[in-house]
């Protein structure tokens, strides 16, 4: 691993307009896009989501009014700049986002959406110690790779895959795998199988944020409607 990633591993680290910054000019959060949560207190270390887009019709500040508007902070890494890749601009913007909010370092989340998803899993794999849990909505489990060559430490990386009924469906044999392979492994997946079209629907991403807090508050503390500060 590069020096400059393994230095970010945790340091062992109704209805208002949401707030969400455009991407903003070079030297305060880049190309990033950012969500900060209604009645942000600074003093408070919030969960950071790290949402990875399939394409350009993401809307962040939509997908987070759905997940929560309290709980968490929000960004979207921009594009990759020249000789990166997409895991480059990830940890770019969690380095950003931690020079401008106050972040808990063992809750950050890698969440994307169908080939994003994927590459959520992908990320999170390769370095489970730097994340608090993945959540996949639509995008399979990269089962070709050795995403359990840290088997020790994936095992203990919650992560939760949605899918849709019908590509369950189609997909059953690759479920199956999948399935297996985490029971083989050991290691934490729950499934949600939604029915409907949408992969970032109310009911989804609802879901999304009920597991979420199950994962940082305990399940008891994630039924209240928003975990106390």
């Not at 990633?5 to 991407?23: C, E, G």
């Not at 399935?179 to 934490?188: E, I, S, T, V």
């Not at 199988?193 to 305990?218: F, H, K, Q, T």
């Amino acid at each position: 691993m590069p020096a400059r990633k393994s230095k970010r591993l945790p340091d062992r680290t109704r209805q208002a307009t949401p707030a969400v910054s455009a991407a903003v000019p070079a030297g305060r959060i880049a190309a990033h896009r950012l969500f900060m949560p209604q009645g942000y207190e600074p003093g408070y270390d919030y969960p950071l989501l790290v949402w990875l887009a399939d394409d350009d019709g993401f809307d962040l500040g939509r997908a987070m009014t759905r997940t929560s508007l309290r709980n968490f902070v929000a960004v979207q890494p921009g594009r990759p700049e020249a000789g990166e890749d997409r895991e480059d601009a990830v940890w770019r913007a969690i380095d950003a986002i931690r020079d401008r909010a106050s972040i808990h370092p063992r809750r950050i989340f890698l969440i994307g959406r169908r080939s994003a998803g994927t590459e959520a899993f992908r990320i999170a794999c390769r370095h489970p110690d730097a994340f608090g849990g993945v959540v996949s909505i639509g995008g399979g489990f990269p089962l070709a790779e050795s995403a359990f060559a840290r088997l020790r430490e994936v095992r203990r990386l919650p992560m939760l895959m949605c899918c849709r009924a019908a590509a369950a469906g189609t997909a059953a044999e690759r479920t199956d795998r999948t399935l297996r392979l985490f029971h083989a492994a050991g290691a934490m997946l729950a499934m949600r199988i939604y029915p409907g079209r949408r992969d970032l629907s109310r009911a989804v991403l609802a879901d999304v944020n009920r597991w979420l807090m199950d994962e940082i508050c305990g399940p008891k503390t994630a039924l209240q409607s928003e975990c106390a500060h």
